[in-house]
């Protein structure tokens, strides 16, 4: 940040670099379905807190208010809808790194619950009921244990009262120990393989560079997995029973 940024640059000043201006949801969709794709998930939050949806607990830190200036989920969610039979999801963080709730209840030794009140729960609520997802990616939760988080009470929403309660599937990241022992599928952890057929269903997400979730501009050829190590960890990851989530990081522009 000091090296390539003028003094008193912070975080949230990215954002308005953030245009989305080459962001064509019905190409990704036309991509994904080409591709031979059942199912995909948009990240429409991660750690930093910035919802590429009109939060209406994220004022100015979401893609509506600062940025594009675009629904970034309605518009890849109706594209898919319209344009593909693939099942469409939707990736939320917890926590949120730079949040003063968050920091508050870790102070606390999360005896408090601000943040989970204030700000992830009328989040889940709010892009469930918007965008009516048939995956639920929980992440960010490893800090603190499923009670502070209200996992079980939203997931009993989830599964019993909410409009996709008889098509929804959630993975296990809802809280401290829950990953790999409960969930509608297991994740366990980034690129998970066991390597043999097990009682429950799972996923592999795994990223196409080798070392960052994001796009690196400084990356090089060899930073990325060759075509034949994707369709290996396909192929392996099929024949154990799980599936494989492919990430991709895209650029600001989002081309």
């Not at 989920?73 to 790194?97: A, M, P």
Request: hydrophobic share 35%.
């Amino acid at each position: 940040m000091e090296r390539n940024y003028p003094p008193g640059f912070t975080y949230a000043d990215f954002a308005p670099q953030f245009k989305a201006e080459f962001y064509n949801p019905d190409h990704w969709a036309d991509l994904f379905q080409a591709s031979g794709a059942k199912y995909i998930v948009l990240t429409s939050k991660h750690h930093e807190g910035f919802s590429l949806w009109n939060s209406s607990v994220s004022f100015n830190w979401n893609a509506m208010q600062v940025g594009p200036n675009r629904d970034l989920v309605r518009e890849l969610s109706n594209s898919i809808r319209n344009r593909t039979k693939i099942r469409f999801g939707l990736y939320h963080s917890l926590f949120e790194w730079f949040n003063p709730l968050y920091l508050h209840d870790k102070e606390n030794g999360f005896h408090s619950r601000l943040f989970p009140t204030i700000k992830t729960l009328p989040e889940l609520y709010e892009i469930v009921n918007e965008y009516e997802p048939e995956i639920i990616w929980s992440d960010g939760d490893n800090s603190a244990n499923d009670t502070y988080w209200t996992s079980q009470e939203f997931l009993a929403w989830l599964y019993n009262d909410s409009p996709v309660k008889d098509t929804v599937v959630t993975n296990d990241r809802w809280g401290y120990g829950v990953a790999c022992n409960h969930g509608g599928y297991y994740t366990c952890a980034d690129r998970y393989n066991p390597g043999k057929l097990i009682p429950h269903k799972w996923e592999n997400c795994m990223t196409i560079d080798r070392t960052s979730w994001g796009y690196r501009r400084e990356a090089t050829l060899d930073s990325y997995l060759r075509i034949e190590d994707i369709i290996s960890s396909l192929v392996s990851t099929v024949s154990c029973g799980g599936n494989l989530l492919l990430n991709i990081g895209d650029r600001k522009s989002v081309v």
